[in-house]
């Protein structure tokens, strides 16, 4: 069994930076791409970045220069560093990761979601 635990997340003023943690654990064979995306309400799920496990790296373009993703591969763990926190960054972020797990049957990949973490900016 494979799960995803986020952790980070809180009230911020604007201006303000927070850092999430995203970590892989159970019987995971291989873990390719990591990332994060968020949920405001009433809006659509949206990517806020991603990372594969070669390093390449995907930011959405409202939050290029202020977000940084990065993971460590030996610990099955992606971060996200949010800088310059703007209150339209609001929203419930959610780890995402495409994991091929080991399983009774042989590996299956498959993508695995996070719980979900609270991050709210005031103004």
């Known amino acids: 069994q494979v799960q995803l635990v986020e952790s980070g997340g809180g009230l911020v003023q604007a201006g303000g930076s927070l850092r999430l943690s995203c970590a892989a654990s159970?019987?995971?064979?291989?873990?390719?791409?990591m990332g994060w995306y968020r949920q405001a309400p009433g809006k659509q799920r949206e990517l806020v970045a991603d990372?594969?496990?070669?390093?390449?790296?995907n930011y959405a373009d409202s939050v290029k220069d202020r977000f940084t993703v990065f993971r460590d591969n030996a610990k099955n763990t992606t971060f996200l560093q949010m800088n310059s926190l703007k209150p339209e960054d609001t929203a419930i972020y959610y780890c995402?990761?495409?994991?091929?797990?080991?399983?009774?049957?042989?590996?299956?990949?498959?993508?695995?979601w996070g719980q979900g973490t609270q991050v709210t900016v005031s103004s």
């Open positions: 995402n990761a495409a994991i091929t797990a080991i399983t009774a049957w042989g590996t299956l990949p498959r993508d695995f």
């Open positions: 159970g019987s995971i064979f291989s873990i390719n791409a």
């Open positions: 990372i594969t496990s070669g390093g390449s790296i």
